[in-house]
């Protein structure tokens, strides 16, 4: 039950006599539509109210040859009343190396946590938890490279280290402004049961030479800074700690029929920037479940809070926000995904924290992978 699945699909290649592949002018090509209504303003939110496109991707993935494959991902979204497009995914990676060695370089999400590394689109709730929204910009995506190692033992366990760039957290100076380590270790309980355990380091080189400037952060990123994309993170500190928990339950296996999931993280970020002091710490965590009852129909709860400090020059204002969000989703299929949610939000320090209903609408055309576990 408890599965690894690749981030897509390596299939059998037909080669030429010069080496080429036959699929090589073929790629997999995928657009996911993701569109909403949402009543009210929320506080950290990246969805603002009315009518909105949320996070539409065009993907084009393909075997190379023998020894990699690609992926390309760009992204479609709405902002203060524009569009924007993003390069979200544009990177190679290997393919069949010794030892379960596997390397990626290029543009790509960091795989620190346990909801970073998974596409937008894979949710179960119409937004992130709150904590990603303001530590990682709801998802953190960069330019660099991974080594990823899965050791053999009897049960999942990988290893793995990223260096970026950075500056889709926070500009710098750094030519490496960001490396991470994480690991995972999984595995079967029963034929029913299966559970992971992850644990994520991210250090954050550009975060205390970073301008410490106010503003207000109820769309989750600093006033007067470009985190590359309009929804970068806007708490961000020099080291940030992860450590996040799944545990799934299907009667006999079977995740088609029936499917208890639960899962929780806790975030930690501290040296928040040159004036802060030992407890200037930012930290949030949520606790989720989502019970899939019947094949098309889940139904799901979350609870989260976030503790933020807000830098405004050489001192920090004190938010928080506790979240609570509702849910229930209808699948036609594995393509398509209508969702009803209610938040209900209570904080200080945030404006326009306030309760909200959303509609939600995710359609995928074309090439659909599996998505991780």
Excluded at 215 to 233: I, L, M, N, P
Excluded at 240 to 260: C, H, M, T
Excluded at 335 to 363: E, K
């Amino acid at each position: 039950m408890f599965k690894r699945f690749a981030p897509f699909a390596i299939l059998p290649l037909a080669m030429t006599a010069g080496g080429a592949t036959a699929n090589e002018l073929n790629p997999d090509v995928s657009v996911t539509l993701d569109g909403y209504y949402k009543q009210n303003e929320t506080a950290l939110s990246h969805r603002e109210q009315g009518f909105g496109l949320g996070h539409t991707e065009l993907s084009l993935s393909s075997p190379i040859d023998d020894l990699f494959s690609g992926r390309l991902t760009a992204v479609f979204e709405e902002h203060d009343g524009e569009s924007e497009v993003l390069i979200e995914e544009a990177y190679l990676q290997t393919n069949g190396l010794p030892y379960a060695l596997n390397v990626r370089a290029g543009r790509f999400l960091s795989q620190v946590g346990y909801l970073n590394g998974r596409h937008m689109h894979e949710d179960d709730f119409v937004e992130r938890p709150a904590a990603y929204r303001a530590m990682l910009g709801s998802h953190y995506y960069d330019t660099g490279a991974r080594l990823n190692v899965l050791l053999p033992t009897p049960f999942f366990w990988q290893l793995g280290a990223e260096a970026f760039a950075g500056d889709q957290l926070t500009e710098g100076d750094e030519d490496i402004g960001v490396y991470t380590v994480n690991t995972r270790l999984g595995g079967d309980i029963s034929l029913s049961q299966s559970w992971q355990l992850g644990l994520s380091w991210l250090r954050n080189r550009h975060a205390k030479s970073a301008d410490t400037g106010g503003g207000s952060h109820d769309h989750g990123h600093e006033e007067g800074h470009d985190h590359g994309h309009s929804h970068g993170a806007g708490y961000t500190g020099e080291n940030l700690y992860i450590a996040d928990l799944v545990w799934k339950w299907s009667p006999n296996g079977n995740n088609r029929e029936q499917q208890l999931t639960v899962s929780g993280e806790y975030l930690y970020a501290d040296e928040l920037n040159q004036f802060a002091a030992s407890d200037d710490t930012n930290e949030g965590w949520y606790v989720s479940g989502v019970y899939q009852f019947a094949p098309q129909w889940s139904a799901g709860v979350r609870y989260g809070e976030v503790d933020l400090q807000e830098a405004h020059g050489d001192h920090f204002h004190n938010q928080t926000l506790k979240e609570t969000d509702v849910m229930l989703s209808w699948s036609r299929s594995h393509f398509s995904t209508v969702r009803l949610q209610y938040t209900h939000q209570d904080a200080t320090g945030f404006s326009n924290a306030d309760n909200t209903v959303m509609v939600q609408y995710v359609m995928s055309l074309g090439a659909h992978g599996a998505h991780g576990y």
